[in-house]
């Protein structure tokens, strides 16, 4: 296989705790920890596994988004990716332009797989991969849990109801991966001053002259209801009168 392309997205660091602005308007990320989608680390992991086992030339990374996307683009590159590209916009898109805009850098760098993240942990839309497929028309594994490169074909083991199903897709192709696929790397610092040294090639969005429209509108992002604090009864009696008389419920 001659290269691999993995999409990733910056989103909200997972041990931060989200908040939603005060307009309702979206998550706040003013001044909050940002870092790679966690289920797109799997995948950069998985681009390179794949190349240590001789079965790659290339490995590429792609990110969406404002200057800041350059900071995961770089730890990508510190994980061992070969290079990098970076669509600069400070819009917001929908999957299917997300999908329409990795299309255009697919065409254009002719991989024989993409590989990205199940869902991004800020959305958790689950739409990207599956779309892109559609658009181009190639077969996909989504919520991979295993991969392995066999000739002309991936062979993908993915979970589902019961237990595990395993596909055989023809390249070109396109997975999406799951946390179980594998457990990412640790960057070196010598890996980091090495990263810099990497090409990260910047295209701003306009300059890929794709006409995208929005099918979709948020009206309001709400925070989830605060559950009661709950109560230690010392027997069942307690319990049965708690129910009754303040649940209300028998």
């Given at each position: 296989m001659q290269k691999i392309l993995v999409s990733i997205k910056r989103v909200v660091d997972y041990n931060v705790k989200i908040r939603v602005k005060s307009d309702h308007s979206g998550i706040e990320t003013s001044n909050?920890?940002?870092?790679?989608?966690?289920?797109?680390?799997?995948?950069?992991?998985?681009?390179?596994?794949?190349?240590?086992?001789?079965?790659?030339?290339?490995?590429?990374?792609?990110s969406i988004g404002p200057e800041g996307c350059q900071e995961v683009l770089r730890s990508a590159l510190a994980m061992g990716i070969d290079r990098?590209?970076?669509?600069?916009?400070?819009?917001?898109?929908?999957?299917?332009?997300?999908?329409?805009?990795?299309?255009?850098?697919?065409?254009?760098?002719?991989?024989?797989?993409?590989?990205?993240?199940?869902?991004?942990?800020?959305?958790?839309?689950?739409?990207?991969?599956?779309?892109?497929?559609?658009?181009?028309?190639?077969?996909?594994?989504?919520?991979?849990?295993?991969?392995?490169?066999?000739?002309?074909?991936?062979?993908?083991?993915?979970?589902?109801?019961?237990?595990?199903?395993?596909?055989?897709?023809?390249?070109?192709?396109?997975?999406?991966?799951?946390?179980?696929?594998?457990?990412?790397?640790?960057?070196?610092?010598p890996n980091i001053m090495k990263a810099k040294q990497k090409t990260l090639e910047t295209l701003p969005f306009d300059s890929l002259g794709l006409a995208l429209k929005s099918h979709s509108i948020v009206k309001s992002i709400t925070p989830p209801s605060q559950k009661k604090k709950g109560v230690t009864v010392e027997s069942v009696q307690e319990l049965i009168k708690k129910l009754h008389e303040e649940a209300k419920v028998i």
């Open positions: 909050v920890k940002m870092s790679m989608n966690p289920f797109d680390e799997i995948a950069v992991e998985e681009a390179l596994r794949l190349k240590e086992q001789g079965l790659v030339n290339e490995t590429l990374v792609i990098a590209i970076h669509i600069l916009t400070d819009q917001q898109f929908e999957p299917i332009n997300i999908a329409k805009i990795l299309q255009w850098v697919v065409e254009k760098e002719q991989p024989e797989l993409v590989v990205l993240g199940k869902q991004a942990i800020d959305d958790d839309c689950n739409q990207t991969g599956q779309m892109l497929a559609a658009l181009l028309k190639w077969p996909q594994g989504t919520f991979a849990s295993k991969v392995e490169i066999q000739g002309q074909e991936a062979i993908v083991t993915r979970e589902v109801d019961g237990g595990l199903e395993t596909l055989a897709l023809i390249l070109p192709a396109v997975i999406t991966t799951d946390l179980r696929l594998n457990k990412p790397r640790y960057i070196s610092l």
